[in-house]
């Protein structure tokens, strides 16, 4: 069974700290992997896709995957009151698969 | 991103009756769109693959006569809730992978927050 897993949190940071969000998966044949962050009452929207071993840098967000490991995880730097949210991690086998969405860590950035 | 709209954003029903919920892709042909459903506090669960031309692809637990799938176009996926019960009651999201992607990158739709009374 394909499993994700997230800490749920919450996860409190200082506003201009980094944060550090960790995911792990369990489908060693995984090829693709997501990062969404969800506001409340929302639909997820996409922050970062990553789909090679090392970092991947997109502004404030570096997303990092270790395939030998399954563990993915994500970065934000100067972290902003607006980064509040749930960060979802997602992995998938192929383009044409569905996503398995871990449950999501509760991030909140403190003023 | 791609733009997908859902419709609608929200819908109450009465229990026993059907609600049908639209999923577009506003800018890219999509073969394959994805549906999805978010119960309070937890995190998404695919349900079923779409696919135009094709049956849709159910997750095991899903009712597949029960969830109704018609992906109609390449631009237009459906998803209908027969007989809706209040356990029905959920957040139901789309997703769509643009045909001209170069990734598998998903866009979701804003979804549909259905309440079955």
């Known amino acids: 069974q394909k499993e994700v897993e997230q800490n749920s949190g919450p996860l409190s940071v200082p506003e201009g700290a980094i944060a550090s969000l960790n995911c792990t998966y369990s489908?060693?044949?995984?090829?693709?992997f997501f990062w969404y962050r969800q506001y409340s009452g929302k639909s997820p929207e996409l922050i970062m896709s990553i789909y090679s071993n090392g970092d991947k840098e997109d502004g404030r967000f570096t997303a990092q995957l270790n395939k030998a490991s399954q563990y993915v995880s994500l970065l934000i730097r100067d972290s902003q009151p607006s980064d509040s949210a749930t960060y979802l991690c997602?992995?998938?086998?192929?383009?044409?698969?569905?996503?398995?969405f871990g449950k999501g860590t509760h991030l909140i950035i403190q003023p | 991103g791609a733009v997908v709209s859902q419709h609608p954003s929200w819908v109450i029903c009465k229990s026993g009756t059907s609600v049908k919920i639209e999923c577009r892709s506003l800018d890219f042909q999509a073969t394959t769109m994805f549906w999805y459903r978010q119960f309070p506090k937890q995190s998404l669960m695919l349900m079923a693959t779409?696919?135009?031309?094709?049956?849709?692809?159910?997750e095991q637990g899903v009712e597949k006569d029960k969830f109704l799938i018609n992906h109609a176009s390449l631009t237009l996926s459906t998803l209908t809730v027969t007989s809706a019960h209040p356990e029905d009651s959920s957040f139901y999201i789309c997703?769509?992978?643009?045909?001209?992607?170069?990734?598998?990158?998903?866009?979701f739709g804003p979804g549909t927050r259905l309440t079955v009374l």
């Open positions: 489908d060693r044949v995984s090829q693709s």
């Open positions: 997703s769509v992978t643009p045909d001209s992607g170069v990734t598998d990158t998903q866009y």
């Open positions: 997602a992995v998938n086998r192929r383009g044409a698969d569905g996503l398995t």
């Open positions: 779409s696919n135009e031309g094709s049956k849709a692809t159910y």
